[in-house]
């Protein structure tokens, strides 16, 4: 059994792995992060080698390595945490998931494969039919 535990989170607003990519790729360190209104409860599996995993148009399509937690307090005086991404991104398998509010824990042995280097989706499928195909259930 892994001693590590992933997140999932909708990327919302993000159309394609290449638009999250030039964010990511834009970001400054400091702002290298996403914050959510509540704090992770199993931060230490989070800190001891997870990812948070992107969904984008309704199928998981990248992740990125957790580096940290930080507290942020908001205009409002409300406790929030960032959670502190790494570079790259990184792309992954497609797999279909439903909507879901904030963030979901995604055990290593349900998380998808990365795709090599250079691999922009599953065994030479244009994006889009990869996507159906994911939706649907077949890959």
Known sequence: MADYIHLVKLCVGVDSF??????????????????????????EKLLNGGSLYWVIKGVIQ????????EEVIGEDGVRRCRIMLGKPLIRT???????FQGWR????????????????????????LAQTLAEIGVI
Not at 94 to 99: D, E, F, G, I, Y
Not at 105 to 128: H, M, N, S, V
């Open 18 to 43: 290449e638009q999250l990519e030039s964010y990511v790729e834009m970001a400054p360190g400091a702002a290298r992060g996403h914050t959510t209104r509540m704090w992770p409860k199993q931060e």
């Open 62 to 69: 990248a992740r990125q390595k957790i580096e940290g937690l």
């Open 93 to 99: 398998a497609n797999a279909q998931r439903r909507p």
């Open 105 to 128: 824990y995604l055990k290593p042995e349900d998380a998808p494969a990365d795709l090599p280097k250079g691999r922009k989706c599953e065994p030479d499928l244009p994006p889009e």
